[in-house]
């Protein structure tokens, strides 16, 4: 009797140590990652930042000298005004246009469905790089599809590359286009998770279909909206390669966004330094962005 109770005391801790040793084993490969494609290079971004480092040989200590250089440089003033230009106008866009298709999409009295959110997911399966590329075949000023028809109907061509203003709104629309299609299954998933009896009781109420739009849809789909407007602030805050597809950051300067300043500062003019500096501000401007998101969600959510 003695040797079966020691057994039964012994047994207990080896399952415990058991399950505690598997949580830590299946996130180790993660944190690993983590730690080696994340954690290190933002210490050695960091380090590099408070340097005169080129990208080749040795480098010497600068303290703030890159980060005063940079709060005094207008090209850093005009690529941030012009980044949180793209973000302010492609941010309402791509959630307004994603939510229109997401209640198109799963409206009673819509047919084909399941066909259009093929139709409109494709062009989140294209490459940035492409999307650039068939927008700037539909609108270049010279060949494109756009002036063809509008000069086929006694119309003058469109300046849509030598206009800054024009330009960037390009950059808006193909960038809001191929976004559509993730954004919507978000908005789509939001939209069937709210009950029918809600509209079903709007209904008796006499609610009309924007009523029970603004009155239910909405509301109940408030934390899906907000990380729409989360993911779509950071990936606007960060886009480029849709920009160098379709005009350069064109005409000349004037559509260069912060990540095509850091590139260019950093690989073409061998400040590694001065970018390093310019990619930490941007990444406290995007922090800063986050966080002011989430109280404003959780105020709204405490009311």
Known sequence: MTKRASDVSVSPPRRRSKYTLAPLVLIAANVVLFSLFFVWPAVIGLLYSFTNYTGVGVFQWVGLDNYHNLFGDSTFYDALTRTLLYTVLFVPLNFVVSLLAANLVVSKHAKGGSVARVVFFIPWLLSPIVVGVLWRWMFGENFGLVNYVIEKFGGDAVPWQSNADLSLLVVVMAAAWAWTGFTMLLFIAAIKNVPVSYYEAASLDGAGPWRQFFSITLPSIAPTSFIVILLNTINAMKEYPVFVALNNGGPGTSNNLLVQYIYETGFKRGQIG??????????????????????????????
Do not use: G, K, T
């Open 274 to 303: 001065y970018a390093s500096a310019a990619s930490f501000v941007l990444m406290l401007i995007l922090m800063a962005v986050a966080v002011v998101q989430l109280m404003v969600n959780r105020r709204v959510e405490n009311r």
